[in-house]
């Protein structure tokens, strides 16, 4: 006869409170008439009348579907856990769990019926032990003892169940046929919490299956891991295959040696030769709570001993502390706020959580073990009592993290039990949330917050403690584990919520860089500071509009890097600059290029400098100067140059990226730069080369710009089109120094120099790309043109074309009075009056041309497409060249400029000003966008759609068709207009 005075009925002392009172009112009615319905559960109605039991009941049906359905489909297991003991009915369900193999032995029942059986035991224990936490009857660390003691029994009487199966197979022989895991050759051991006695309410069991390959179990010449694997697979698909009656328990086998590539079941000798070996410190970490549950329990617990070494240090290991950090890192997120948000948070991997703990108290036991036995337990609990008692932590450290365990842990449990899943993260709906901190027994969602928020704060303050040493705490985002071979699927889901649309090759991109697949990251130190960075750059990563594209960015990069420390580490140190260099990968590839080659250039982005809009001429080529210094070799000026050239165009993209200059400021500081540098290596060439050959007495020089260059529409990818006059005195030909040179062959030899030292590659890389043949005669005249001979040239020769070119140009630097000459004799040449059907004839030709040679239909291409930027160009220029002898202010402008210009002076109707001029205005937003992003030629199928999203964003449009098609339409105007001009 049942104790009513032990009965789980008498001894509630809680209930939560109910926030849908109608529905759980309505659900326990309908379980009264059932209960009704069957006699052996009738000694339960007077108890759902009034009272705590009825109250219970009610939380039940108002917030666990899956503890409600075992309530109501079984009206007698219900009577018989709500009116017997606990502490009787507990172990009555274990003893029978342990030995339904017996059962299925002596022909009591069939194999399905065991099967029925196993799942059966697991409901019933899993309502009682819920009923037993929410109503207050039984400790945490009672209620996780008996999940670990109900596992234990699963793992030991389904492996006794299979092992029986086997040897009357006749494949193993049995010593004793009644504790078949005796002598069986094979043991089991659990890890994790399952190991410690601290299971979850719904989780997964660690195990690890090892066997000895020279056991008398086997008979001769059977293949020991085919047989053992065979029975570890059965193992798992008894306990965890879902049937009607549900399932037993989900295992994970991954916590053996390199699961990626070794089977299931592992001979002991090659256990101990990885543990030896390759035996890494979340490892060591993992066995402190391992012991043996199944099989040959004495073959385990030697299998234990001999592995203590490797687990028990005998010096204090102070090292482990950054490991496990490293390891509590990888599997948090990066950082995240100082408040912690209660909605969405991870109560076991967040801030403050469940994991803290078990890290504070497993660092520790790591550390101190070896040589304090008292400190190698398994239950963390218990390991706080010893802490303190060996003197390592305060009285007020051990009580508040144990009151903060037991929350944390009841909190998960809850979770768990509202649909018997593995989740340990928080509603993220308000009104889900008020309900879950009703279920936790709170009145209201403030109270549990606080009371939530109170203990995740004591962890922190205590785990930071621990780590003062390493990087700030890390928030949630979940599971991130790149161990072995084979997909972790709580980190495919992690990396899947953090937006990778292709989680398992992201994955296996990870995994690859930490087995050391790219030469960049094997040294020591690099895989150590990536193992610490991995949940942190994948979070930044998967902030970006593309992040299975940034990644992949940054796998190529480290592919082409020699080696990769020095960025990783700065990388690692800074939150925002972590944040900046995602974003360039996944919307910027030629900037995170640059910084695969030059890391330090990221440092400006934390400069404050950095969120001034500098586009000034003068003051960035005093940056330029700055940043060269005054090298004393040529060698090292050359390479100072590409340095600095490196620096100011990344400044300058970054700026752009971060909208804190326009497309249009981004092309004037692009041309600043390529000013400044052409201005200071000029400069140092001037000066090495008069060492050497002196001056020419009165002989003078000027370097143009033309083109993009030439109006200061510059982009990160262009070439600059140069043109280098000289002047000289007819009666002094030769220079001064002791290598005398001939003028001629002088200021030819200076300007081959000059272009060397732009375009020459160094180990700091290349410079520009620098095109002369914008010179008279082109690629067949001299690459410096004497003065009186452009001009003569110009007036007498040149075609057409080259005038267009006289449009765009520019002195960049050389002798002050000779630029004024020079620019005054360009003024000259452009203003000459021409005959306007003339020009526009020519203008078209040349615009047939090059759409023979070129091609003009590609709607991408910004440039060549008909309608597009050189249509605009051309434009500008016919307007220039016809009309500049009457309207001299059209000399010297931009083509936006000229368009206005024109319209002023009555040569373009307002319309088309206007339309030419936004034209003019998105096309090179556009265009400017597509050279910071990528290099090369701009192919959509190829461009990383987070890419092609910027560029319409930019633009102000929603996708990348409406962009292409709000293109055309505007190349349909450009097209329109210069067919009219130029008719």
Not at 228 to 241: G, K, N, V
Not at 644 to 672: C, H, K, W
Not at 887 to 902: K, N, R, T, Y
């Amino acid at each position: 006869m049942p104790n009513q005075n032990r009965s789980l009925i008498s001894r509630l002392t809680q209930a939560p409170p109910v926030s849908d009172l109608r529905k759980a009112k309505a659900q326990l009615a309908e379980f009264v008439e059932r209960a009704r319905g069957e006699p052996e559960a009738t000694a339960l109605l007077p108890h759902l009348d009034e009272g705590l039991f009825r109250d219970l009941l009610l939380a039940l049906a108002d917030y666990s579907p899956f503890l409600w359905q075992l309530v109501a489909n079984d009206p007698v297991r219900m009577a018989r856990l709500a009116l017997e003991e606990p502490e009787v009915v507990h172990p009555s369900i274990i003893h029978d769990q342990s030995n339904l193999f017996r059962r299925v032995r002596s022909g009591e029942m069939t194999r399905d019926d065991a099967v029925s059986a196993f799942r059966r035991n697991r409901n019933s224990h899993a309502l009682l032990v819920a009923l037993a936490d929410i109503g207050g009857l039984w400790s945490t660390e009672q209620i996780t003892q008996a999940l670990s003691d109900f596992a234990d029994a699963s793992v030991a009487g389904g492996l006794n169940l299979i092992l029986t199966e086997t040897a009357d197979l006749g494949r193993i022989t049995l010593p004793n046929p009644d504790t078949p895991g005796e002598g069986s050759g094979v043991t089991v051991l659990a890890l994790g919490k399952h190991g410690a006695g601290e299971l979850n309410y719904s989780s997964d069991i660690d195990l690890v299956i090892f066997f000895d390959p020279e056991t008398p179990a086997l008979r001769e010449g059977a293949e020991a891991t085919t047989i053992y694997t065979r029975i570890a697979q059965q193992l798992s698909r008894l306990l965890q295959e879902r049937t009607p009656d549900g399932y037993v328990h989900r295992v994970d086998y991954r916590l053996r040696p390199d699961p990626g590539s070794t089977p299931t079941a592992m001979s002991l000798s090659s256990a101990y030769v990885y543990y030896e070996t390759l035996g890494q410190n979340w490892e060591r970490a993992a066995f402190i709570k391992a012991r043996p549950v199944a099989g040959d329990l004495t073959l385990g617990e030697n299998f234990l001993k001999e592995l203590r070494p490797f687990i028990w240090r005998k010096y204090f290991d102070f090292a482990s502390i950054a490991d496990v950090h490293a390891m509590k890192r990888q599997i948090h997120a990066v950082r995240g706020h100082d408040e912690i948000a209660v909605a969405g948070h991870d109560i076991k991997l967040g801030r403050g959580g469940i994991r803290e703990i078990e890290f504070f108290v497993q660092t520790q036991q790591l550390v101190f073990g070896g040589r304090r036995p008292a400190l190698r337990g398994r239950r963390t609990l218990d390991m706080l009592v010893e802490l303190h008692n060996e003197g390592w932590i305060t009285a007020q450290a051990r009580d508040e993290l144990s009151h903060a365990y037991r929350f944390l842990r009841t909190v998960e449990h809850r979770l768990q039990m509202v649909a018997d899943e593995q989740t340990q993260r928080l509603p993220l709906d308000e009104e889900d949330l008020k309900r879950f901190a009703k279920f936790c027994g709170y009145p209201n969602l403030k109270a549990f917050s606080k009371a939530l928020t109170d203990q995740a704060k004591i962890v922190q303050g205590h785990y930071a403690l621990l780590f003062e040493e390493g990087p700030e705490l890390a928030s949630e985002v979940g599971s991130l584990v790149f161990t072995g071979t084979t997909d972790d699927p709580e980190t495919l889901a992690t990396l899947q919520r953090m937006g990778f649309r292709e989680p398992e090759k992201a994955a296996e991109t990870v995994r690859g860089w930490h087995f050391g697949r790219r030469a960049a990251i094997t040294s020591q130190r690099a895989r150590e500071v990536l193992t610490e960075l991995t949940p942190a750059l994948l979070s930044a990563l998967g902030g970006t509009a593309d992040p299975d594209g940034a990644l992949a960015a940054l796998d190529s990069a480290f592919g082409r890097m020699p080696a990769a420390v020095e960025l990783l580490t700065i990388l690692q140190s800074h939150d925002r600059l972590r944040l900046r260099f995602a974003d360039l990968l996944g919307t910027a590839p030629r900037l995170a290029n640059t910084v695969a080659q030059s890391p330090h250039v990221l440092d400006v982005l934390i400069d404050p400098a950095f969120n001034v809009p500098l586009v000034d001429e003068v003051a960035i080529e005093e940056q330029v100067r700055q940043i060269i210094g005054n090298p004393e070799s040529y060698e090292d000026f050359l390479d100072r140059a590409r340095d600095a050239a490196r620096q100011m165009r990344f400044i300058t993209g970054a700026r752009l990226l971060s909208d804190i200059i326009s497309p249009a400021q981004a092309g004037e500081a692009y041309a600043a730069i390529a000013t400044a540098i052409i201005r200071v290596s000029f400069e140092r060439v001037r000066q090495e080369f008069e060492a050497d050959h002196g001056r020419v007495p009165g002989a003078e020089i000027v370097i143009l710009g033309l083109g993009r260059l030439g109006t200061k529409e510059l982009t990160a990818g262009s070439d600059l089109d140069l043109v280098v006059i000289y002047d000289f005195d007819e009666e002094r030909r030769e220079s001064t120094g002791h290598r005398q040179l001939d003028v001629v062959v002088y200021f030819t030899r200076l300007t081959q120099r000059l272009v060397a030292a732009l375009t020459v590659p160094t180990r700091r890389g290349l410079l520009y790309e620098v095109d002369l043949r914008l010179r008279p005669q082109g690629g067949k005249g001299p690459v410096a043109s004497q003065f009186k001979g452009f001009v003569t040239y110009q007036q007498s020769e040149a075609d057409l074309w080259e005038h267009m070119a006289l449009t765009r140009t520019r002195v960049l630097t050389g002798d002050h009075e000779f630029a004024k000459r020079v620019e005054s004799a360009i003024h000259e040449i452009v203003a000459v009056k021409r005959d306007a059907s003339h020009v526009c004839k020519e203008v078209r030709d040349m615009r047939a041309l090059i759409a023979q040679e070129k091609g003009d239909d590609n709607p991408w291409d910004l440039k060549l497409a008909k309608g597009g930027l050189t249509d605009l160009d051309f434009i500008a220029q016919a307007l220039v060249l016809a009309h500049a002898a009457e309207h001299p202010s059209l000399i010297g402008l931009q083509p936006e400029a000229v368009f206005q210009e024109a319209c002023k002076g009555g040569l373009l109707p307002e319309d088309d000003a206007r339309a030419l001029v936004e034209a003019h205005r998105q096309f090179s937003l556009i265009f400017q966008w597509q050279r910071l992003t990528i290099e090369g030629a701009f192919d959509p199928a190829k461009t990383p759609p987070a890419i092609l999203k910027r560029l319409a964003t930019v633009a102000g449009l929603p996708d990348a068709n409406v962009l292409l098609t709000h293109m055309n339409e505007m190349r349909q105007q450009v097209r329109a207009v210069f067919e009219r001009i130029l008719h």
